[in-house]
Protein backbone atom coordinates (compact mmCIF):
# COMPACT_ATOMS: atom_id res chain seq x y z
CA UNK A 1 0.00 0.00 0.00
CA UNK A 2 1.75 3.11 -1.47
CA UNK A 3 2.07 5.84 1.43
CA UNK A 4 1.85 9.96 -0.01
CA UNK A 5 4.05 10.15 -2.42
CA UNK A 6 6.04 13.75 -3.64
CA UNK A 7 7.92 14.56 -6.81
CA UNK A 8 10.54 16.01 -7.29
CA UNK A 9 12.60 15.14 -4.27
CA UNK A 10 14.73 18.14 -5.36
CA UNK A 11 14.24 21.27 -7.07
CA UNK A 12 16.88 24.01 -7.49
CA UNK A 13 15.08 27.68 -9.00
CA UNK A 14 15.94 31.75 -9.34
CA UNK A 15 14.32 33.95 -7.91
CA UNK A 16 11.36 35.50 -9.94
CA UNK A 17 10.77 32.05 -11.65
CA UNK A 18 7.86 29.47 -10.93
CA UNK A 19 7.57 25.90 -9.38
CA UNK A 20 5.01 23.51 -9.63
CA UNK A 21 5.16 20.60 -6.66
CA UNK A 22 3.19 17.58 -6.92
CA UNK A 23 1.83 14.80 -4.76
CA UNK A 24 -0.46 11.58 -4.45
CA UNK A 25 -2.17 10.81 -1.56
CA UNK A 26 -2.24 7.65 0.45
CA UNK A 27 -4.58 5.27 -1.32
CA UNK A 28 -8.27 5.68 0.13
CA UNK A 29 -7.62 9.34 1.01
CA UNK A 30 -8.96 11.90 -0.57
CA UNK A 31 -8.26 15.19 1.89
CA UNK A 32 -4.72 16.85 0.81
CA UNK A 33 -2.92 19.41 2.76
CA UNK A 34 0.34 21.18 2.13
CA UNK A 35 2.58 22.72 4.70
CA UNK A 36 6.20 24.68 4.27
CA UNK A 37 8.82 23.57 6.83
CA UNK A 38 11.53 25.69 7.05
CA UNK A 39 15.03 24.80 8.04
CA UNK A 40 15.00 24.17 11.78
CA UNK A 41 11.39 24.60 12.34
CA UNK A 42 7.96 22.76 12.58
CA UNK A 43 5.37 22.60 9.56
CA UNK A 44 3.76 25.68 8.75
CA UNK A 45 -0.09 25.15 7.08
CA UNK A 46 -0.56 26.54 3.41
CA UNK A 47 -3.67 25.32 2.48
CA UNK A 48 -5.99 21.85 2.32
CA UNK A 49 -7.83 20.69 -0.74
CA UNK A 50 -11.47 18.33 -0.53
CA UNK A 51 -13.27 17.67 -3.80
CA UNK A 52 -11.06 19.80 -6.04
CA UNK A 53 -11.65 22.92 -3.99
CA UNK A 54 -9.36 24.81 -1.18
CA UNK A 55 -11.09 24.40 1.82
CA UNK A 56 -8.90 26.15 4.01
CA UNK A 57 -5.81 28.42 4.25
CA UNK A 58 -2.91 29.08 5.96
CA UNK A 59 -0.89 32.95 6.76
CA UNK A 60 0.46 32.55 2.77
CA UNK A 61 0.40 34.75 0.13
CA UNK A 62 -1.46 34.83 -3.00
CA UNK A 63 1.58 33.46 -4.46
CA UNK A 64 0.93 30.38 -3.70
CA UNK A 65 -1.90 28.27 -5.24
CA UNK A 66 -3.12 24.76 -5.89
CA UNK A 67 -5.05 22.49 -7.74
CA UNK A 68 -7.02 19.23 -6.79
CA UNK A 69 -7.62 16.73 -9.54
CA UNK A 70 -10.31 14.31 -9.51
CA UNK A 71 -8.36 11.47 -8.66
CA UNK A 72 -6.78 13.11 -5.78
CA UNK A 73 -3.50 14.21 -6.28
CA UNK A 74 -2.95 17.76 -5.86
CA UNK A 75 -0.33 20.37 -7.00
CA UNK A 76 1.24 23.33 -5.10
CA UNK A 77 2.45 26.00 -7.04
CA UNK A 78 4.29 28.80 -6.31
CA UNK A 79 4.83 31.96 -8.36
CA UNK A 80 7.35 34.69 -8.30
CA UNK A 81 9.60 32.85 -6.21
CA UNK A 82 11.55 34.99 -3.25
CA UNK A 83 14.99 33.41 -1.43
CA UNK A 84 12.96 33.20 1.55
CA UNK A 85 10.60 30.56 -0.06
CA UNK A 86 13.25 27.75 0.43
CA UNK A 87 12.16 25.34 2.49
CA UNK A 88 10.76 21.43 2.15
CA UNK A 89 7.52 21.54 1.01
CA UNK A 90 5.17 18.27 2.52
CA UNK A 91 1.61 16.93 1.30
CA UNK A 92 -0.12 15.27 3.72
CA UNK A 93 -3.64 12.62 2.96
CA UNK A 94 -6.37 12.09 4.76
CA UNK A 95 -9.47 10.14 4.49
CA UNK A 96 -11.95 13.26 5.04
CA UNK A 97 -11.63 16.56 6.00
CA UNK A 98 -13.05 16.67 9.03
CA UNK A 99 -13.59 12.89 9.77
CA UNK A 100 -11.03 13.08 13.05
CA UNK A 101 -8.68 10.33 10.88
CA UNK A 102 -4.64 11.20 11.39
CA UNK A 103 -2.42 12.93 8.70
CA UNK A 104 0.27 10.93 6.96
CA UNK A 105 2.97 12.76 5.41
CA UNK A 106 5.18 12.10 2.59
CA UNK A 107 8.74 12.60 2.49
CA UNK A 108 8.55 16.04 0.81
CA UNK A 109 10.25 18.05 -2.03
CA UNK A 110 12.68 20.55 -1.21
CA UNK A 111 12.72 23.76 -2.80
CA UNK A 112 15.98 25.94 -2.72
CA UNK A 113 16.10 29.44 -4.27
CA UNK A 114 19.29 31.11 -5.58
CA UNK B 1 1.59 34.59 17.91
CA UNK B 2 2.88 30.62 18.41
CA UNK B 3 -0.05 28.39 19.58
CA UNK B 4 1.96 25.58 20.35
CA UNK B 5 5.07 25.55 21.87
CA UNK B 6 7.42 22.71 22.77
CA UNK B 7 11.10 22.28 24.65
CA UNK B 8 13.61 21.64 24.81
CA UNK B 9 14.90 22.69 21.65
CA UNK B 10 17.71 19.78 22.07
CA UNK B 11 18.08 16.77 24.03
CA UNK B 12 20.87 14.36 25.19
CA UNK B 13 19.85 11.05 26.64
CA UNK B 14 21.75 8.12 27.27
CA UNK B 15 20.62 4.73 25.69
CA UNK B 16 18.26 2.97 28.07
CA UNK B 17 17.54 6.33 29.83
CA UNK B 18 13.98 8.22 29.70
CA UNK B 19 13.31 11.01 27.18
CA UNK B 20 10.63 13.64 27.75
CA UNK B 21 9.46 16.66 25.78
CA UNK B 22 7.05 18.96 26.69
CA UNK B 23 4.81 21.05 24.82
CA UNK B 24 2.31 23.84 25.70
CA UNK B 25 -0.97 25.35 24.12
CA UNK B 26 -2.93 28.38 23.76
CA UNK B 27 -5.91 28.02 21.79
CA UNK B 28 -8.84 25.87 24.49
CA UNK B 29 -10.64 24.64 21.39
CA UNK B 30 -7.56 22.09 20.46
CA UNK B 31 -8.89 18.56 20.77
CA UNK B 32 -6.32 16.60 19.29
CA UNK B 33 -2.71 16.12 20.03
CA UNK B 34 -0.44 14.32 17.89
CA UNK B 35 3.28 13.49 18.01
CA UNK B 36 5.38 13.20 15.13
CA UNK B 37 8.68 11.64 14.39
CA UNK B 38 11.03 13.08 11.49
CA UNK B 39 14.47 11.75 10.41
CA UNK B 40 16.62 13.84 8.04
CA UNK B 41 15.32 13.70 4.64
CA UNK B 42 12.43 12.44 5.78
CA UNK B 43 8.67 13.61 6.24
CA UNK B 44 7.20 13.74 10.07
CA UNK B 45 5.75 10.28 10.48
CA UNK B 46 2.57 9.84 13.29
CA UNK B 47 4.05 8.68 16.45
CA UNK B 48 1.08 8.53 19.09
CA UNK B 49 -1.89 11.19 19.47
CA UNK B 50 -4.39 11.81 22.12
CA UNK B 51 -7.51 13.42 22.42
CA UNK B 52 -8.38 15.68 25.80
CA UNK B 53 -10.91 13.65 27.18
CA UNK B 54 -7.85 11.11 28.76
CA UNK B 55 -4.87 11.81 30.69
CA UNK B 56 -3.13 9.27 29.74
CA UNK B 57 -1.97 7.24 26.46
CA UNK B 58 0.55 4.42 26.05
CA UNK B 59 1.88 2.50 22.96
CA UNK B 60 4.85 0.78 23.25
CA UNK B 61 7.58 2.94 24.70
CA UNK B 62 6.04 5.68 24.13
CA UNK B 63 3.25 7.53 26.49
CA UNK B 64 1.84 11.06 25.91
CA UNK B 65 0.83 12.39 29.20
CA UNK B 66 -2.10 15.22 29.06
CA UNK B 67 -2.92 18.21 31.67
CA UNK B 68 -6.13 19.91 30.45
CA UNK B 69 -6.53 22.43 33.29
CA UNK B 70 -2.65 23.16 32.72
CA UNK B 71 -3.26 23.37 28.47
CA UNK B 72 0.36 20.73 28.72
CA UNK B 73 0.94 17.90 27.06
CA UNK B 74 4.62 15.88 27.08
CA UNK B 75 5.94 12.53 25.06
CA UNK B 76 7.78 10.20 26.94
CA UNK B 77 10.02 7.97 25.90
CA UNK B 78 10.94 4.87 27.80
CA UNK B 79 14.27 2.79 27.36
CA UNK B 80 15.49 5.20 24.91
CA UNK B 81 17.45 3.61 22.30
CA UNK B 82 20.04 4.84 19.53
CA UNK B 83 17.70 4.19 17.11
CA UNK B 84 15.44 6.98 18.15
CA UNK B 85 17.95 9.59 17.60
CA UNK B 86 15.59 11.99 15.50
CA UNK B 87 13.24 15.24 15.56
CA UNK B 88 10.20 15.19 17.68
CA UNK B 89 7.32 17.88 16.69
CA UNK B 90 4.33 17.83 18.91
CA UNK B 91 1.01 19.20 17.24
CA UNK B 92 -2.71 20.41 17.73
CA UNK B 93 -5.52 20.89 15.99
CA UNK B 94 -9.32 21.40 15.99
CA UNK B 95 -11.69 18.07 15.45
CA UNK B 96 -8.36 16.07 14.01
CA UNK B 97 -8.08 16.71 10.34
CA UNK B 98 -8.03 20.11 10.40
CA UNK B 99 -4.87 22.01 9.70
CA UNK B 100 -2.16 21.11 12.04
CA UNK B 101 -0.63 23.46 14.11
CA UNK B 102 3.13 22.32 15.35
CA UNK B 103 5.82 23.01 17.59
CA UNK B 104 9.42 23.89 16.63
CA UNK B 105 10.59 20.96 17.43
CA UNK B 106 12.96 18.90 19.71
CA UNK B 107 16.01 17.59 17.96
CA UNK B 108 16.71 14.18 20.64
CA UNK B 109 20.22 12.26 20.80
CA UNK B 110 20.72 9.12 22.22
CA UNK B 111 23.91 8.01 23.29
CA UNK B 112 25.44 4.84 23.81
Known amino acids: DAGVTQSPTHLIKTRGQQVTLRCSPK?????VSWYQQALGQGPQFIFQYYEEEERQRGNFPDRFSGHQFPNYSSELNVNALLLGDSALYLC?????????????FGDGTRLSIL | QQQVKQSPQSLIVQKGGISIINCAYE??????FPWYQQFPGKGPALLIA?????SEKKEGRFTISFNKSAKQFSLHIMDSQPGDSATYFCAASIAGNTPLVFGKGTRLSVIA
Open chain 2, 50 to 54: IRPDV
Open chain 2, 27 to 32: NTAFDY
Open chain 1, 27 to 31: SGHDT
Open chain 1, 92 to 104: ASSPGPRNNQPQH
